[in-house]
């Protein structure tokens, strides 16, 4: 089964820029992999920002936006509010599965 | 508004057995795709399951294969995860979510197997 790489911490000053990346251990990411993204608060249930590398649902704040990036999924967070320290985790289909990176702990100060 | 409702969990011994349930409502069930995902305490997201429409297409991790069995009965607008042989590290809350596209998770419920 394929692992998943994600940064498990990062911080951003509110107002700055941050870039959360996803590997795949089988090699360089597609769109093929339709990557996600998701931000999980605590006791909350996981939310989807994110699908098919770069679209958005209607509730996803502007701020975020998905693209593929150095043979990585990226999520770049532009504008960082204090409400989006979060956990923040990405999923790759492979196939007939489906693999969830280890989640990056986002910090923002 | 589109809901989804888990149900089913509990504490139950090692080789154990549960069923979950999830209903969904506002939206067509039989339409979407589902899928299962848990969450052990303080740990990550983990892919558990996805089964199709109609039932025909299925696919389980590696780590529930031969243990547990997605299901669905759209009459009742209801997604199913029959869980046997249950292990410690199987402890985790168990998330539903509609669709390929993972728009709409449930609450969650919480399974605890443990003696």
């Known amino acids: 089964q394929a692992v998943v790489t994600q940064e498990p911490s990062l911080t951003v000053s509110p107002g700055g820029t941050v870039t959360l990346t996803c590997g795949s251990s089988?090699?360089?990411?597609?769109?093929?992999?339709?990557p996600y993204w998701f931000q999980q608060k605590p006791g909350q249930a996981p939310r989807t920002l994110i699908y098919?590398?770069?679209n958005k649902y209607s509730w996803t704040p502007v701020r975020f936006s998905g693209s593929l990036l150095g043979g990585k999924a990226a999520l770049t967070l532009s504008g960082a509010q204090p409400e989006d320290e979060a956990d923040y985790y990405c999923l790759f289909s492979y196939g007939g599965a489906r693999v969830f990176g280890g989640g990056t702990k986002l910090t923002v100060l | 508004e589109v809901q989804l409702e888990e149900s089913g969990g509990g504490l139950v011994q090692p080789g154990g057995s549960l069923r979950l349930s999830c209903e969904g409502s506002g939206f067509t069930f039989r339409n979407y795709w589902m899928q299962w995902v848990r969450q052990a305490p303080g740990k990550g997201l983990v892919w558990v399951s996805f089964?199709?429409?109609?039932?025909?297409?299925?696919s389980y991790a590696d780590s529930v294969k031969g243990r547990f069995t997605i299901s669905r009965d759209n009459a009742k607008n209801t997604l199913y995860l029959q869980m046997n042989s249950l292990r410690a590290e199987d402890t985790a809350v168990y998330f539903c979510?509609?669709?390929?596209?993972?728009?709409?998770w449930g609450q969650g419920t919480l399974v605890t197997v443990s003696s």
């Open positions: 979510i509609r669709g390929l596209t993972v728009d709409y």
């Open positions: 089988t090699g360089e990411v597609t769109s093929g992999h339709y």
């Open positions: 089964i199709d429409s109609d039932g025909t297409t299925i």
């Open positions: 098919d590398t770069n």
